[in-house]
């Protein structure tokens, strides 16, 4: 899913106090984020996405993506687990006299999906299918495991069990 949020931002929108402006989203992964600017802005408009209080792009904290007839466009992968669901982009513009618009878009998809580009030829109940018999496989190499080691017990742990009792301890 493509999620989307079409931003007009006002003339004289300062940096210390920007326009904030909530895209709400789903659980899921983002796996693409592209921001369009159209012609006119000549640079005095930027915009950065934030979860809560935390800068996610452009990644360096305090700076803004800035362009002019220009979209840009870049894959990630953000898992967005928690709620709520919804990212801040916040915008600011310098222009004195005209208000600017701005794009952002963020692709967004479960992880299952995302997976299932890797494996096309599989089905996700394939997948979930093949995951719960590793599950299995591995739950009974443990118990193969744990039998073994207790149907021959180590030396020392022979010496701190009675003599009569060893015998016990071996047959089982």
Request: aromatic fraction near 10%.
């Amino acid at each position: 899913m493509i999620y989307t949020a079409n931003i007009t931002t006002p003339a004289n929108t300062a940096k210390t106090d920007p326009k904030v402006t909530t895209l709400s989203v789903t659980k899921g992964l983002v796996y693409r984020v592209e921001v369009f600017f159209p012609n006119g802005s000549q640079g005095l408009m930027g915009v950065a996405v934030k979860d809560g209080l935390f800068q996610l792009w452009p990644s360096t904290i305090g700076d803004y993506f800035i362009c002019d007839d220009a979209t840009i466009a870049f894959e990630d992968l953000l898992e967005k687990e928690a709620a709520p669901f919804e990212f801040q982009v916040v915008t600011y513009n310098e222009d004195e006299l005209f208000e600017h618009f701005v794009a952002v878009r963020v692709g967004l998809v479960s992880r299952e999906v995302f997976l299932a580009r890797f494996l096309p030829t599989k089905s996700h109940e394939y997948l979930a299918d093949l995951l719960l018999r590793l599950a299995t496989e591995r739950k009974e190499l443990e118990m193969l495991q744990r039998d073994l080691i207790s149907d021959a017990p180590l030396e020392w742990q022979l010496s701190i069990v009675p003599a009569q009792d060893v015998e016990i301890l071996s047959n089982e």
